[in-house]
């Protein structure tokens, strides 16, 4: 395999129309530097693998005989990429005229940067909310007693949520969604793939505390630019998400929060996430019953 400047990771489960449109954007939008493409479908059941197949010859297709989840999916595009720069590119994106160069020349300028988060505008054209903070145990509190939610644009108590950021300003951040979350390959080597141990949620939040760790800058850089229609996997699979993303949670605590101190947050932050699941999950069930 020729080695590419960037390349483009994308983990599909049974969203063909939307990896189609994200393929075509790529090929409409294309990086000016050498490029792939890595498509890993985890065993769709409407086509998908066969339709990017037939259209894309020249995308790299891994075919998974199960849902290996998000983070393995991932790091099996990783494994088979040769680029300097690996874009981890969710399905429901499209992307503009220069993302790839703008993103590209970004990470070329700031080598001590470790990944970049895009500007992501929604089909309503509106900006959305793709930047948090890491889930400390101040975090985890104020969200679980509801102080957070309750003084939105506090800078200590909504230190989670962010709800003061603006998305106008190139800056740091701690956690960028991993809807478009392009990784410098030193960082990859040095802080390591995903941990699987976070199949669907918080893995891309778990990857950016290491880096972070490791010396790495993460940024959040509004010049870099893509549509997000949101949610298309998890869409399908609405009220088991809420569950999921609980898990997620506690278990990234667990694993960076481990020491006795931490502990009667974590307790008190179970109980809250599992209300919340609960909830939560209830509420999805309606809605995807009423159409």
């Not at 693998?49 to 037939?54: C, E, Y």
């Amino acid at each position: 395999m020729s080695e590419a400047t960037l390349s483009v990771v994308i983990v599909n489960w049974n969203t063909r129309n939307f990896v189609l449109d994200a393929l075509r954007s790529i090929r409409d939008h294309p990086p000016s530097c050498a490029f792939e493409v890595i498509v890993v479908d985890n065993a769709s059941s409407d086509g998908s693998a066969d339709a990017v197949a037939l259209e894309f010859s020249d995308v790299t297709l891994i075919r998974n005989n199960a849902n290996e989840g998000y983070a393995r999916g991932n790091n099996q595009g990783i494994a088979r990429a040769s680029g300097e720069f690996v874009l981890l590119l969710n399905p429901d994106v499209r992307v503009h005229e220069g993302t790839f160069d703008t993103a590209v020349a970004y990470m070329v300028s700031h080598p001590d940067v470790g990944a970049i988060g895009a500007r992501q505008i929604g089909a309503d054209g509106r900006v959305q909310r793709s930047v948090r903070g890491f889930p400390t145990p101040a975090a985890v509190a104020w969200e679980a007693i509801g102080l957070s939610r309750a003084f939105p644009n506090s800078r200590l108590l909504a230190a989670y949520r962010m709800g003061w950021f603006t998305y106008d300003e190139e800056c740091e951040v701690d956690q960028p969604m991993g809807t478009f979350l392009m990784i410098r390959r030193e960082a990859l080597e040095r802080v390591g793939m995903l941990d699987e141990r976070f199949p669907i949620f918080f893995n891309e939040v778990d990857w950016c505390c290491r880096a972070k760790q490791a010396g790495f800058r993460i940024m959040f850089v509004p010049s870099v630019s893509i549509t997000h229609y949101g949610g298309a996997g998890t869409r399908l699979v609405a009220p088991e998400m809420a569950w999921e993303s609980r898990r997620g949670l506690l278990t990234y605590y667990r694993k960076h929060y481990s020491s006795a101190r931490h502990w009667p947050v974590y307790v008190l932050a179970v109980a809250t996430s599992w209300l919340y699941a609960w909830w939560n999950s209830g509420r999805r069930r309606q809605r995807s019953a009423g159409g």
